[in-house]
């Protein structure tokens, strides 16, 4: 009777370890919006690929991966995108905080305050994969944002017509090795920014 005990348990355990398993599977591809060409799948659940633990906190700098948060926003960036982003403001005070802040994060707000629309805003923070996981999946969720896996992390973007101009607003997210680039636009999207910053960070 005991060993026929220890078989169910064992049995059981198997059984919990394959559900797990197959929860948020993360779909293949490539994808459009701010700092990509190719085009992703729709309605994929992401699965960043780590094994740190899940924490309900940020990682310090540098991360659990040992890759370091920025601290330039121009120096993340490639000559050619640099050169989409010319006449552009880098971090007016009109917009508020920005740079590094206490935590690591780094903010670079591309824009001119005089402009009604058209800025660019991101951040790049340390998150690990439990948060990041779930912020992802929320987007996809209730957001209707579509996720894919370039570059050995996960990207979600979605875009969207401005309420009040004809122009194009949108967001792109790209999670590897407990780093976050959060990026959100309107009306400036340059071609390659996202992919730019993922080369400068982790290649």
Known sequence: MAMNARLAAAASALLLIAVLAGCGPASSGGGQGAGGTEKPS?????????????????SPTPTTKGVVLPTDCRAILSEDVLSQLDDIPLNDKAF??????DDGTLTCIWGDPQADT?????????????PALDMLNALVANEGFTCFTPDGGTRCEKTW?????PVTDGRTLFWRDDILIDTRY???APNGYTSSIVKSLFD
């Not at 729709?42 to 940020?58: I, L, N, Q």
């Open 161 to 165: 017509q401005n309420e009040q101009y």
């Open 42 to 58: 729709t309605g994929s659940t992401p699965e960043p690929e780590d094994t740190s633990d899940p924490s309900p906190s940020p």
């Open 118 to 130: 058209t800025n660019l805003v991101t951040k790049i923070s340390a998150m690990n994969r439990g």
């Open 186 to 188: 309107s009306n400036l």
């Open 96 to 101: 508020g905080p920005s740079g590094v802040g």
